[in-house]
Nanobody
Framework: VQLQASGGGLVQAGGSLRLSCAGS????????MGWFRQAPGKEREFVAG????????TYADSVKGRFAISRDNAKNTVYLQMNSLNPEDTAVYYC????????????????WGKGTQVTVSS
């Protein structure tokens, strides 16, 4: 599975962005998809994940109520809608895929996409 993320950019605090991650291959629907982020000088952290069948999703506490993950298996695409952005959300965002994983993606990642930069100005 190859993953291509897009949708990053510069936004003012309080604004919104929607990230997309398009996957290749015919087995996209077998993969739990997620988003991670890495801010300068910090470790990569989990942001959100959605189970391979769309049945459940999980969010980091820092983004609950502001971010929403969704997927369209017909389009091989996963989305991350980010609302009420604040400067602490500034990071490179990576999409990730693991076959038949829980939505937390806490047992490793099979595939990573290249990151997309999100910058939130105050």
């Amino acid at each position: 599975v190859q993953l291509q993320a897009s949708g990053g950019g510069l936004v003012q605090a309080g604004g919104s962005l929607r990230l997309s991650c398009a996957g290749s291959g015919r087995t996209f629907s077998e993969y739990t998809m997620g988003w991670f982020r890495q801010a300068p000088g910090k470790e990569r952290e989990f942001v959100a994940g959605i189970k391979w069948n769309g049945g459940s999703s999980t969010y980091a506490d820092s983004v609950k109520g502001r971010f929403a993950i969704s997927r369209d298996n017909a389009k091989n695409t996963v989305y991350l809608q980010m609302n009420s952005l604040n400067p602490e959300d500034t990071a490179v965002y990576y999409c990730a895929a693991t076959r038949y994983s829980s939505s937390r993606l806490n047992n490793g990642v099979d595939y990573w996409g290249k990151g997309t930069q999100v910058t939130v100005s105050s």
